[in-house]
């Protein structure tokens, strides 16, 4: 249908933003204004505004890189069938899938082959976080690869893991350099939150996602829910370009269908006239994957616990129990 693989200075021109969205209704039907109704989105400013930490958008402007929000869903990270540990690549220094629990789990898109993604990254973001909170020097340079790569980092809170911050970039940011900005990005500079505490250290859930297989397709529909993550441009009612992004997992755990979520997608990024089927053939949608990993605080603490030193931290673990 019309695809392009989106390579090199191409893919460096797409914004970059923040993940979420309070919960959505899907009242109505999508023709008629899409998920949420009429005016329930944010206009394009870097975050999106609902409660599940679903989607975004994100103005262009030209020559300049724009975070992003892309992510979402009250569920953590999501599975598929093809999921499981043993898809985990060998982490370096020190890390790997042995004994990791459930949570601590790849996100979609990850499948047989080697993932890039690791448990180290997740703990690498703990680590960054706990040093700026805590005023000890930042951790030193990680082990595990430092090739660059779009790439966002998400925190959830709680048992039933409420979006507490989404932030990344559709620009290729080597992941040492990328990972430590954006893990304190979208901890402390969400607008839609108030920045992180140290109190809430011990309920924090760390994602971190790898964007990869930009192409873009002729056909706005020409995705798969559950395994490509979209990017829509279109010009709004004043004729200004907008953008707006879900990550894989989004449409999913909404339960949402490929018009649903394009509509939820174009509320998102501000758009407020009626959708028509006439309008959303004018969308120019890029589909891409991810590689995702998730890790919860006290994971990364027994992590911290059995590797000490490992990963280049040079201040000494507190207490346990200042977690429990």
């Not at 021109?13 to 005016?39: D, N």
């Not at 893990?183 to 809430?200: C, G, I, Q, V």
């Not at 590689?291 to 207490?319: C, D, F, V």
Request: glycine share 14%; hydrophobic share 30%.
């Amino acid at each position: 249908m019309g695809r392009k693989r989106c390579v090199g200075a191409d893919c460096s021109k797409m914004a970059a933003g923040c993940c979420g969205v309070k919960k959505q209704k899907l009242s109505g039907s999508p023709g008629a204004g899409g998920p949420g109704g009429a005016g329930s989105g944010v206009a394009g400013t870097g975050h999106c505004g609902s409660e599940l930490g679903i989607g975004s958008s994100s103005t262009v402007v030209a020559g300049n890189v724009n975070r992003v929000n892309g992510l979402g869903g009250p569920g953590g990270s999501s599975s598929s069938s093809s999921n499981n540990t043993n898809a985990l690549s060998p982490a370096p220094g020190g890390y790997n899938s042995t004994g990791l629990s459930p949570t601590l789990s790849p996100g979609p898109g990850s499948g047989a082959r080697k993932m890039v993604v690791s448990a180290e990254m997740c703990c690498f973001c703990f680590d960054v976080l706990y040093c700026h909170l805590y005023g000890y020097q930042p951790p030193r340079t990680p082990r595990f690869t430092n090739d660059p790569y779009p790439l966002f980092v998400t925190w959830k809170i709680g048992r039933d893991k409420r979006l507490r911050g989404c932030i990344g970039t559709f620009s290729a940011m080597n992941l040492h350099s990328g990972l430590r900005e954006y893990t304190l990005t979208s901890a402390l500079k969400d607008s839609r939150f108030p920045p992180m505490t140290r109190d809430e250290l011990p309920r924090l859930f760390c994602s971190v996602s790898l964007l990869t297989n930009f192409e873009d397709v002729g056909d706005y529909l020409d995705w798969e829910v559950g395994v490509h993550g979209i990017r829509i441009e279109f010009f709004n009612e004043k004729g200004s370009k907008r953008t707006a992004t879900y990550l894989p997992e989004v449409a999913k755990e909404q339960g949402w269908d490929h018009i649903q979520t394009i509509d939820s997608l174009l509320r998102k990024g501000g758009y407020k006239a009626p959708i028509t089927n006439d309008f959303r053939k004018t969308i120019k949608l890029t589909r891409y994957r991810s590689e995702k990993m998730t890790m919860s605080y006290a994971e990364y603490i027994a992590h911290r616990q059995h590797h000490h030193y490992q990963n280049g931290i040079g201040h000494p673990l507190p207490p346990y129990n200042h977690y429990s």
